[in-house]
């Protein structure tokens, strides 16, 4: 496969992907809607969020940051290494009390212990 000579000031996907070879991904592989939900998001609002580094994990999440229709989290407890990104309209997040009202428990994030955390707030 030939590398593609790059161009300044502007990028052609038709000309790339003939360049390379390649085939591009059928829109009927993405999940996305054309028309992007709403962000009625605003920073420092609380949610639950899977975690993403132990999906059988519900956590308390704090939104630290807005780009379009994606969300920044960071789960409560955790430090901005672990910030991830969900669309507005995900799956994985959900609101407060979502948890308890369907039975479900709040778990701390992945490596979070939460006697330690208890003790180091009630000081």
Not at 23 to 50: D, H, I, W, Y
Not at 61 to 83: E, I, P
Not at 91 to 110: A, F, R, T, V, Y
Request: with cysteine.
């Amino acid at each position: 496969m030939r590398k593609p000579v790059p161009q300044k000031g502007h990028f052609s996907w038709e000309k790339y992907l003939k360049e390379t070879g390649a085939t591009a991904a059928p829109a009927s592989c993405f999940r996305q809607s054309l028309t992007p939900p709403v962000n009625e998001f605003k920073a420092g609002m609380k949610l639950e969020a899977q975690d993403p580094r132990n999906t059988t994990s519900t956590c308390i999440a704090t939104v630290v940051g807005l780009t379009g229709s994606r969300l920044r989290l960071r789960l409560d407890g955790s430090d901005n290494k672990n910030d991830f990104w969900r669309l507005v309209d995900s799956s994985e997040i959900q609101p407060i009390g979502n948890c308890e009202k369907n039975g479900g428990m709040l778990q701390p994030p992945l490596g979070e212990d939460l006697s330690m955390s208890s003790t180091k707030h009630s000081r």
